[in-house]
Nanobody
Framework: IQLVESGGGLVQAGGSLRLSCAAS????????IGWFRQAPGKEREGVSC????????LYADSVKGRFTISSDNVKHTVYLQMNSLKPEGTAVYFC????????????????????????WGQGTQVTVSS
């Protein structure tokens, strides 16, 4: 079972990056894939997630209108398009897999309970300069 993030880097404020999360070793469409970020000295924060089977999405208020999550169910890859990046977006970004048991748990836990996620990637650094 693997989740491998890529696409991080250094970008100026206002710029864009697209992160990828390539999944393997589990039934991709039985899971929601979430993106979390963690800045130094701060708690892990939910950014966005997608239920790969029906494409339903969740976004943190701080990224709504700027970030877009999508899923390629053939490639078993989830993308996070990040536009209008801000310096406060500097963090390590992780993707993770949450077994989907229904919309209630997904909506309640998708962004706020990282401990419920079964599998995690190693993270990719995003640095936004001012």
């Amino acid at each position: 079972i693997q989740l491998v993030e890529s696409g991080g880097g250094l970008v100026q404020a206002g710029g864009s990056l697209r992160l990828s999360c390539a999944a393997s070793g589990f039934a991709f469409e039985d899971y929601a894939i979430g993106w979390f970020r963690q800045a130094p000295g701060k708690e892990r924060e939910g950014v966005s997630c997608i239920y790969t089977s029906d494409g339903s999405t969740l976004y943190a208020d701080s990224v709504k209108g700027r970030f877009t999550i999508s899923s390629d169910n053939v490639k078993h890859t989830v993308y996070l398009q990040m536009n209008s990046l801000k310096p406060e977006g500097t963090a390590v970004y992780f993707c993770a897999a949450l077994y989907y048991t229904g919309p209630s748990r997904y909506i309640e836990y998708g962004l706020t309970h990282p401990e419920e996620y079964e599998y995690w990637g190693q993270g990719t650094q995003v640095t936004v300069s001012s």
